[in-house]
């Protein structure tokens, strides 16, 4: 239901993309977002973006103007455009999806309570 893609291993200060390509009921019905977890840490919330309203984002505090969550509706697939990456955003990323939007990042564990999860992508950035 949701297929992540784009990982890869970059330098600091480098650029990836990540993609996840999701059903059509799911796109069109669901507030879709993007994770992280990396070794040690629980899985924090990274962005997330609304199915409705234009589009309404939420970001981390420690990715804002560095990464850009969007939508591409003719391809059913949410983007994350992740621009100068730092070290500490290694990590596997998943992408999800629910009907809850917050402007809180400690809300989102009610997230992992969700149906829609898709498999991870691991991002390596090295120093």
């Known amino acids: 239901q949701l297929q992540a893609s784009g990982g890869g291993l970059v330098q600091t200060g480098g650029s990836l993309r990540l993609s996840c390509a999701a059903d059509?009921?799911?796109?069109?019905?669901?507030?879709m977002g993007w994770f992280r977890q990396s070794a040690g840490k629980n899985r924090e919330v990274v962005a997330v973006?609304?199915?409705?309203?234009?589009?309404?984002?939420y970001y981390t505090d420690s990715v804002k103007g560095r990464f850009t969550i969007s939508r591409d509706t003719a391809k059913n697939t949410v983007h994350l455009q992740m621009n100068d990456l730092k070290p500490e955003d290694t990590a596997v990323y998943y992408c999800?999806?629910?009907?809850?939007?917050?402007?809180?990042?400690?809300?989102?564990?009610?997230?992992?309570?969700?149906?829609?999860w898709g498999q991870g992508t691991q991002v390596t950035v090295s120093s």
């Open positions: 999800a999806a629910d009907l809850a939007f917050y402007t809180r990042p400690d809300l989102y564990s009610s997230w992992y309570k969700s149906d829609f």
């Open positions: 059509t009921q799911i796109f069109s019905n669901y507030h």
């Open positions: 973006i609304t199915w409705s309203g234009g589009g309404i984002t």
